[in-house]
């Protein structure tokens, strides 16, 4: 059972956004494994913002995963590639341990354009790879990162 809601990002959730994306322990998994400073953030927040749907190549849409009183929890991104969408997530440090990665993941599927999804994992992050796995994903590169993929539903 699904208890988050999904709804596109908005310019009003940059703090939150930026919150966790300026968080070390948000972030040690992500790209280079730093906090994003502010002007990275806003680059990355705003090209998101003008994204016009899934189907655009390479372009990263944002979502936010809301709990059932419209607060905020984390993200959802997606980005079109050439055979699949790629999924990232991030929650909350306030919300970690509650199962909302998963349900964010869940969420995603209704965004998928009948496409497989496929998320990269760094296999010290033996939570997100569990998150994964019960997603159905499975893996198909175990390099560094690891590459899963899950078929459409």
């Known amino acids: 059972m699904t208890r988050l809601k999904l709804r596109a990002a908005v310019p009003s959730d940059a703090d939150f956004l930026f919150s966790m994306a300026s968080d070390p322990e948000v972030v040690r998994w992500v790209g280079?494994?730093?906090?994003?400073?502010?002007?990275?953030?806003?680059?990355?927040?705003?090209?998101?913002?003008?994204?016009?749907?899934?189907?655009?190549?390479?372009?990263?849409?944002?979502?936010?995963?809301t709990a059932e009183d419209r607060h905020p929890v984390g993200l959802l991104s997606l980005t079109r590639r050439s055979d699949h969408i790629e999924v990232g997530y991030w929650v909350h440090p306030t919300q970690w341990g509650r199962g909302?990665?998963?349900?964010?993941?869940d969420l995603a599927r209704d965004h998928t354009d009948g496409l497989p999804m496929a998320a990269q994992v760094y296999p010290a992050n033996s939570a997100s790879r569990r998150v994964l796995e019960r997603a159905g994903f499975t893996l198909v590169d175990d390099g560094d990162p690891m590459i899963f993929r899950c078929p459409p539903t």
């Open 32 to 65: 280079d494994g730093k906090p994003w400073s502010r002007d990275y953030f806003d680059g990355r927040f705003s090209r998101s913002l003008n994204a016009e749907d899934t189907r655009t190549p390479d372009v990263p849409r944002w979502f936010i995963g």
């Open 100 to 105: 909302y990665a998963g349900e964010l993941i």
